[in-house]
């Protein structure tokens, strides 16, 4: 939070440079996001080995989950930046709350192209309506209507406080999302993570072999922490910025 | 001196229901509205004796749905048009109370919608509907969206867009109550044993409780200054 609070407190400073002031810690982040992006593709695509049933468009599945997991991240971010606003009203919960949004849309959309491009030849088909595809669908949907929520709404305050209910409120289609292959047993999706019993009707599960394990925790690792916690902080810069400009311009307007 | 939570919210309610007595404005249109869904319905899905099965418990729940979207956009814009919302904020009452007043109303037309509807399909699609275990998940269901809806209904009368706003916000947080409400009548009219649906009913309390603490709890946000 506090190298957050650094932006705004000293506007001046990065108006003059620019870009040059990136944070140390938010550079060393970006760089670091690259590069682990960068080795869990690797993973994915060459140490890893080919799945015998699926062949190569198993190896998107490295991503389809870890986009989720990534997603539910920034969901959760929503939900925390909204309910320290509606207790604080720091400004700058409410720009983490709105990151969080924007970046676990953009992943959990990355998320449904992904799991489409592998049901085409597991399924047969780009989309069927299976309960899980369709919450999903549904999440991203709800995240946009946050987004319209917000565009819709004039005055700063109300906007910010209204989207902090909404972002609290959306995030029970996230966890109807996680939840819905075990309440409805009737999807063809397969159930990947937990103790679960392996559904019978679920099509396209696959084995672990050792290196398949490793590739999956590493990828889901790097993704749930390094992509949604650098994209957020980036997010939350330019929300800064976006406020400076408006504050300048209203300056400029009012002499 | 703060007027008690009850007397406030049941003076709300009152107000609520006895200008609904003298106008009819609310039931008639939503009443309206769900006669003319169902007949629309049955001629898109073309329901013959099999089809019907299957698909009634999602044409009386869109219907109520929607029916209900209709109802709390009125609702809330007349409080908000005629300064009532204002006047309530000014008086010395306990946030909460309002949503609770407003709740109840709301809650109560939309499950008159839903009772209305009852006789009416099975008189049209030759099916019993009226069910104890129907009226059951109806009364829960009901209480779902409307406890969203009344949240987000407060909130979306304050915004530019207004009424194409609900809708949008309020179809997909209030889909855990349609899932759970629409699965378990399904059951309960293809006389499926009770063992196989009664989760559904138990989801539906476990879903109603926890937005109705939420609702509660994030409703004096929503009604600041």
């Known amino acids: 939070m506090s190298a957050i609070g650094n932006l705004s407190s000293n506007p001046n400073q990065h108006a003059r440079s620019g870009i040059a002031a990136w944070p140390p810690l938010l550079r060393i982040l970006t760089l670091a996001t690259i590069i682990a992006v960068a080795i869990g593709l690797y993973l994915g695509l060459f140490y890893s080995g080919t799945d015998i049933d699926q062949g190569q468009v198993q190896r998107l599945f490295y991503i389809h989950l870890s986009a989720f997991t990534g997603a539910f991240i920034a969901f959760c971010g929503t939900v925390l930046g909204g309910v320290q606003y509606l207790r604080t009203r720091n400004v700058q919960w409410d720009s983490i709350a709105l990151a969080g949004a924007e970046v676990g849309l953009a992943l959990s959309i990355l998320n449904l192209v992904t799991g489409m491009i592998w049901a085409r030849p597991i399924w047969n088909t780009w989309w069927t309506w299976d309960p899980r595809l369709t919450s999903a669908a549904i999440m991203c949907l709800t995240y946009a209507a946050y987004l319209m929520l917000r565009s819709g709404i004039e005055n700063a305050e109300q906007r910010r406080r209204f989207a902090s209910i909404y972002g609290i409120l959306a995030i029970t289609t996230v966890i109807l999302t996680l939840m819905i292959t075990r309440i409805r047993p009737d999807t063809i999706h397969p159930v990947v993570i937990g103790p679960s019993v392996q559904n019978p009707n679920a099509e396209g599960a696959f084995e672990f072999s050792e290196r398949m394990s490793m590739t999956i925790g590493i990828n889901s690792a790097i993704w749930s922490t390094l992509v949604p916690v650098t994209l957020m902080w980036h997010r939350v810069r330019l929300q800064n910025l976006i406020e400076r400009v408006n504050a300048l311009k209203a300056e400029v307007l009012n002499k | ?225």
Request: charge should be neutral; glycine fraction near 4%; charged fraction near 10%.
């Open chain 2, 1 to 225: 001196m703060n007027t008690p939570f009850f007397q406030a919210a049941w003076a709300i309610l009152r107000k609520d229901l006895q200008t609904e007595l003298r106008s009819r404005e609310l039931l008639s249109s939503m009443g309206l509205f769900a006669l003319l869904s169902i007949f629309i319905f049955s001629f898109a899905l073309e329901l013959d004796r099999i089809a019907r099965q299957e698909a009634i418990s999602g044409v009386l729940w869109v219907t109520v749905v929607f029916a209900s979207i209709l109802g709390l956009n009125r609702s809330l814009a007349m409080e908000r048009d005629q300064g009532n919302l204002d006047a309530m904020l000014l008086a010395p009452i306990n946030r909460t109370a309002i949503f609770l007043g407003k709740l109840i109303g709301n809650y109560l037309f939309a499950l008159t919608i839903g009772l209305l509807l009852l006789p009416v399909m099975t008189v049209l699609f030759n099916m019993s509907l009226i069910q104890p275990w129907l009226l059951l998940v109806l009364v829960l269901g009901t209480l779902g969206f409307s406890t969203v809806g009344t949240l987000l209904a407060t909130m979306t009368v304050q915004t530019r867009a207004r009424e194409s706003l609900l809708p949008i916000l309020m179809l997909p947080i209030a889909l855990p109550v349609v899932i759970a409400a629409v699965k378990a009548s399904t059951s309960i009219l293809n006389n499926v044993p009770m063992g196989d649906w009664i989760a559904w009913p138990q989801i539906l309390v476990v879903v109603d409780f926890v937005y109705l603490v939420l609702c509660f709890l994030l409703f004096e946000f929503v009604i600041e200054d």
